[in-house]
């Protein structure tokens, strides 16, 4: 427990220090706020504006978690159906690598072709950019079950849907989990993206706005934002994970003794 | 350590009648009819059983033991169904083995408990999957089940573990929980691949005699895969010796000693007797 006191102690002191050295440095050296401005300075601005940003920060938000969930069903579902098949596996696995492979920027303007400028493209980018990684890890998740464990259920007769509920998606659970935390990451990325080039709502949108009117503590305002708003989703899936899926790292967390 | 005598078992009925008549019961429980098994076709085909023809009745408890690669553990995934023979019949309670005509429990060598269940979890799934049981699953996975899943691990020594989880346990208590995961749906038919086989001498023996409990306390019908002579000899009602690869069954005798038995039988003369022919025998059978 000491141990992981200090280890908290010292990554909180690291992320400290780094505002401390980051202000320091700006002042030392003379650095003009239109090209760095100080930490302290993008605090204050973020309180000052806080009532503008706080609609921006909700659309962002719930474009991400909205295009997260579409692509986690997505997800769930072919890499389901291409992990169970090995023929699916086979046959479908080099598409899926070329497809994944795309620069997810470029699908951005197809969007905004399709369904003009706003909620909508921002909400599909933040959907395809996360469904990759979910269908890779369930599909691995499953194609690596141990036979024995199916081999279990098989003696009892189980039906291939039983093998599958009781054996293979628990199985694939911790690889899903490991996804997931990646995924929401990206789908941030792409809901900002997008909200970046087409939209006029959402974080990434003040910041295009912010640095074409020269607010350059605003623009940091809305970086630092997104870096709150990032670890605080990735921390939430990390819970999610150990809760779920303490069996696979043998975690304190579920031990009854 | 006698559990049967101080541990009242679980009463239960041996067998559900709608799911089991005593026709079929009757009737021979396993049979093999020139059932062979070749894996790959052409130049790389490799014969894992050559045909085999072997009757076992209702109630016996058979020993297959022989050399590494005979064929043993094939028998028992025909039996299971695991696999399909490539040739001949495999009957199981006078129907195809894929007709399920009887409730089989299996283990295996490898404990294979689900590591994200707890034991109790873990040893109910057959309820779970098997009819009848599957049928009143959400009633009573609660109550009736819960309760008849913590007496068997209790008469297993397990009682204080049903919470655990698999990675908490010894590799002779999760051996434990594997045979009760394979008696809990009350099977007319076990299959047990060398269960005991990674396992130390006393551990082993303390679980013999739990499995002898069992069985004579259920009396399901028994085919055990070993390649402990000792094992054999003091489970088992009949003894089965196959040949080295591809394997074939060359002898085929009753145990006489009466069960239960007990773990000093193993060291009486007639027991080392019967051991020291096997031996010569699977001896034999590897040189040819």
Not at chain 1, 35 to 56: D, G
Not at chain 1, 142 to 164: C, F, H, N, Q, Y
Not at chain 2, 78 to 84: A, C, K, M, P, Y
Not at chain 2, 199 to 205: C, S, V, Y
Request: glycine share 6%; charged share 15%; net charge neutral.
């Amino acid at each position: 427990m000491s141990d992981n006191l200090r280890t908290r102690f010292l990554s909180t002191s690291l992320i400290v220090g780094f505002f401390l050295l980051w202000e320091v440095l700006c002042i030392i050296l003379n650095v003009s706020d239109l090209v760095l401005p100080r930490p302290s300075e993008i605090l204050v601005t973020m309180y000052n504006r806080f009532p503008v940003l706080w609609p921006h920060i909700l659309q962002t938000l719930s474009t991400t978690l909205i295009g997260f969930a579409f692509g986690v069903t997505i997800g769930v579902a072919l890499g389901v159906i291409v992990g169970t098949s090995k023929v699916a596996y086979a046959v479908a696995y080099p598409l899926l690598v070329g497809f994944s492979s795309i620069p997810k920027v470029a699908v951005v303007p197809i969007f905004v072709l399709w369904f003009g400028s706003g909620t909508t493209p921002a909400i599909l980018t933040a959907m395809v950019i996360c469904v990759f990684p979910i269908v890779v890890n369930i599909a691995t998740g499953l194609a690596t079950t141990e036979p024995e464990l199916e081999d279990v259920l098989k003696t009892m007769g189980a039906s291939r849907s039983e093998i599958l509920w009781n054996v293979g998606l628990p199985r694939a659970m911790p690889y899903f989990f490991a996804s997931l935390k990646v995924a929401i990451t990206l789908s941030f990325v792409g809901a900002v993206l997008s909200e970046t080039v087409a939209s006029n709502m959402g974080i990434g949108f003040v910041m295009m706005t912010a640095s074409s009117n020269f607010q350059v503590s605003l623009v940091f305002a809305g970086l630092i934002l997104l870096a709150l708003m990032g670890v605080i989703l990735y921390a939430i899936f990390s819970l999610l994970e150990r809760r779920i899926t303490g069996w696979a790292t043998r975690g304190n967390d579920i031990a009854i003794t | 350590m006698n559990m049967t005598s101080n541990i009242p078992a679980p009463t239960l009925p041996i067998a559900t009648p709608e799911t089991t008549p005593a026709s079929v019961r009757a009737r021979s429980a396993i049979e093999l009819q020139a059932a062979s098994v070749v894996f790959g076709t052409g130049e790389t085909a490799v014969t894992a059983l050559s045909p085999t023809t072997l009757k076992m009745a209702s109630g016996e408890f058979l020993a297959l033991v022989g050399p590494s690669g005979c064929g043993k553990s094939t028998i028992l995934k025909l039996v299971s169904n695991l696999i399909r023979p490539s040739a001949g019949v495999v009957l199981v309670g006078g129907r195809e083995a894929a007709a399920r005509k009887l409730r089989i429990g299996m283990a295996f060598q490898n404990p294979t408990m689900l590591p994200w269940l707890t034991i109790e979890q873990n040893v109910m799934m057959p309820l779970k999957i098997v009819e009848p049981f599957k049928r009143s699953y959400r009633q009573d996975k609660k109550g009736a089940f819960r309760d008849r899943v913590h007496a068997l691990l209790k008469q297993v020594g397990l009682g204080d573990f049903a919470n655990h989880f698999p990675w908490q346990l010894s590799g002779g208590m999760l051996q434990r929980s594997n045979l009760c995961r394979a008696l809990i749906h009350e099977p007319d038919l076990l299959l047990l691949d060398e269960p005991f086989g990674a396992l130390d001498q006393f551990t082993r023996e303390e679980l013999w005699q739990i499995m002898q409990d069992l069985y004579l306390d259920r009396a399901p019908t028994v085919l055990l895969v070993t390649h402990d002579l000792r094992e054999a000899g003091f489970l088992a009602s009949r003894i089965c010796v196959m040949s080295a690869r591809p394997g074939r069954v060359i002898s085929d005798e009753p145990v006489t000693l009466p069960q239960p038995r007990d773990i000093a039988t193993i060291y009486s003369p007639e027991f080392v007797e019967m051991t020291q022919n096997l031996r010569e025998m699977i001896a034999q059978a590897r040189s040819s």
